[in-house]
Nanobody, 118 residues
Framework: QVQLVESGGGLVQAGGSLRLSCAGS????????MAWYRQAPGKQRELVAT???????NYADSVKGRFTISRENAKNTVYLQMNSLKPEDTAVYYC????????????WGQGTRVTVSS
């Protein structure tokens, strides 16, 4: 079974930066697409950014130019560098990954909270 553990959340002032990390552990064969989602209070979970195993990326329009997703395949880790943070970026951030083992499974982390003060 694969587990994902996020870290790096916290409280930051508007205009500041944070770097989130998400490390996979357990019986890992191969991790495919990885992604970051977020869920703000009272809102649905939304996709923030995705990255393929080959490094191709996509971003939500709301974070383009401010956030950068990256990964280290050897460490089964995905990162989210968040710059020029805004109060509307306040949310719990979750990582997500596809795992190719005996079956193809999709796994979520437990989330890390990001709070941006104005």
């Amino acid at each position: 079974q694969v587990q994902l553990v996020e870290s790096g959340g916290g409280l930051v002032q508007a205009g500041g930066s944070l770097r989130l990390s998400c490390a996979g552990s357990g019986r890992i064969f191969r991790i495919g697409n990885m992604a970051w989602y977020r869920q703000a209070p009272g809102k649905q979970r939304e996709l923030v950014a995705t990255i393929t195993s080959g490094g191709s990326t996509n971003y939500a329009d709301s974070v383009k130019g401010r956030f950068t997703i990256s990964r280290e395949n050897a460490k089964n880790t995905v990162y989210l560098q968040m710059n020029s943070l805004k109060p509307e970026d306040t949310a719990v951030y979750y990582c997500n990954a596809d795992h190719y083992g005996l079956d193809v499974t999709n796994t979520w982390g437990q989330g890390t909270r990001v709070t941006v003060s104005s």
